[in-house]
């Protein structure tokens, strides 16, 4: 089996229905079950989103929703980030964010990127530049920050 990951963006219509599956059931694996979290997972945002889809081999191991402004927050951000249990611990996190940053700046060049955060994420995602500018609150029970992170078209 290939070690690479393969990533694709699509749109909510282009993704296929073993891919819409397959998606919805890793979100579902880590955002209810792992993290036993009963909460409404899908959304009318999915339909606007892009999505960023991480494959090993055959297998869906990392996706996030890419959302245009307007629709989360002011700001264009990324959500519903996660990997698979079974692929944790190879670096593939980084990755994911990493091709989440570039997309984002590639969909939405010059605009500052927000995300709502998982609290104990803070110092991983301040690793790509995300500064926390947010106290921390309570979303579906687990405390959450907001941070942003600004396009380099905006930095001096």
């Known amino acids: 089996m290939t070690t690479e990951f393969h ?3 699509k749109s909510f219509e282009q993704l296929s229905p073993v ?3 397959d998606y919805l059931k ?3 694996a880590v955002f209810i079950v792992e993290q036993t979290c009963a909460y409404p997972d899908i959304d009318d945002t999915d ?3 892009h999505h960023l889809l991480g494959y090993k081999g055959g297998l869906l191991v990392a996706c996030a929703r890419l959302i245009p402004a307007n629709v989360t927050y002011e700001h264009p951000s990324i959500g519903r980030i996660a990997t ?3 692929a944790r611990g190879s670096g593939l996190g980084r990755q994911l964010m990493t091709h989440c940053v570039s997309t984002m700046h590639d969909l939405y060049p010059g605009q500052t990127i927000k995300i709502g955060a998982q609290q104990y994420l803070e110092n991983f995602y ?3 530049g995300f500064e926390t500018t947010s106290d921390v609150y309570l979303e579906d029970g687990i405390p959450h920050i907001d941070m942003v992170l600004e ?3 905006q930095q001096p």
């Open 84 to 86: 698979h249990a079974q």
């Open 26 to 28: 890793l979100r579902q």
């Open 47 to 49: 339909k606007l989103a």
């Open 151 to 153: 396009s380099p078209d």
């Open 19 to 21: 891919e819409l599956f």
């Open 7 to 9: 990533w694709q963006v």
């Open 126 to 128: 301040q690793s790509f």
